[in-house]
């Protein structure tokens, strides 16, 4: 009896011993597979990249295409199923599937004489170039240097032509555009106050870049002018471009201002000229980086 009850209490360990180490064998093993598991899912994750390449949904010639702007592409192709593709890139680029005045950024002072000044693109207030002096056989007014040196050029070479050419609004600040800008609203009121005049930060006027030739009035008739024809001739080779395009306002914003030129340089203003594009279009185009 002594002898038997010992036999039961040993069977009683070695079966608890057992079930113990059958247990950690379990456990073990299923551990290993967790974390094996485990790792196979994280593997996957981190190979998935933060943002998927969608240029390939795009039949695109142009290599202005934006990642970070696929949504706003995708969205304004099917309110334009009309564009093709380049198109969409560039307008979406420019901003144009957003309204004037919204979806605002600082303009880009890295471009240098390049930079884009629009209404989507504004100056801060403080925002003054170096400028120089025209003088008043230019018509007075101030440019940046640069600009100013090849204006120059540009009315002595027209001279020799029989065409007389002057300065008559060149820099203008972000305070005097403010008041200008202000006293049409009160004129005219904003709708059409917005279509001929730059509300402050938005101006050409204030990056020293720009010049209206002659006249600034629509009324004028510039556009049948020999001074006009003489300009779009020859403008592009001293590096300036006629800014607001006729029918070209849903991309400029601004109707059509045959007397006002942007200094963008020889090179870029000769490849406008023969593109024969807006500054938005080139910009977006072959200036804009992601
Ligand atoms: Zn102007």
């Not at 592409?73 to 901003?95: L, M, P, Q, R």
């Not at 880009?108 to 003088?135: A, E, R, T």
């Not at 340089?265 to 000229?273: L, P, R, S």
Request: hydrophobic content about 30%.
């Amino acid at each position: 009896m002594k002898l038997k009850r010992k036999v039961k209490i040993l069977m009683i360990i070695i079966l608890f011993i057992l079930t113990i180490v059958i247990s950690a064998i379990v456990w073990q093993k299923s551990l290993t597979t967790y974390k094996k598991n485990n790792q196979e899912e994280k593997k996957e994750y981190d190979e998935e990249p933060v943002y998927k390449e969608h240029s390939s949904e795009f039949n695109i010639k142009k290599s202005n295409y934006i990642e970070k702007y696929y949504d706003r592409y995708i969205a304004y192709k099917k309110i334009h199923s009309d564009y093709d593709d380049d198109t969409i890139i560039t307008y979406v680029n420019i901003g144009l599937d957003r309204e004037f005045y919204t979806g605002m950024e600082e303009v880009d002072m890295n471009d240098g004489i390049l930079l884009l000044c629009n209404k989507y693109h504004l100056l801060k207030s403080n925002y003054v170039p170096d400028l120089v002096n025209l003088g008043s056989k230019y018509g007075g007014g101030q440019l940046q240097r640069e600009a100013a040196d090849y204006f120059v050029k540009m009315v002595d070479a027209a001279k020799k032509d029989g065409i007389s050419l002057w300065n008559v609004s060149g820099y203008r600040s972000y305070y005097t555009q403010k008041s200008l800008y202000n006293n049409y609203v009160n004129r005219d009121g904003v709708a059409k106050a917005d279509t001929y005049s730059a509300r402050a930060g938005s101006s050409e006027h204030q990056t020293g870049l720009a010049t209206d030739i002659n006249t600034a009035s629509s009324a004028a008739h510039f556009e049948n002018t020999k001074e006009y024809e003489w300009l779009i001739n020859n403008s592009y080779k001293y590096g300036f471009i006629l800014r607001y395009l006729k029918d070209k306002t849903f991309i400029t914003g601004y109707k059509y201002e045959p007397w006002h030129y942007r200094y963008v340089g020889e090179k870029v203003a000769k490849e406008i000229n023969e593109l024969n594009i807006t500054y938005e279009e080139y910009y977006a185009t072959y200036i804009l980086k992601g």
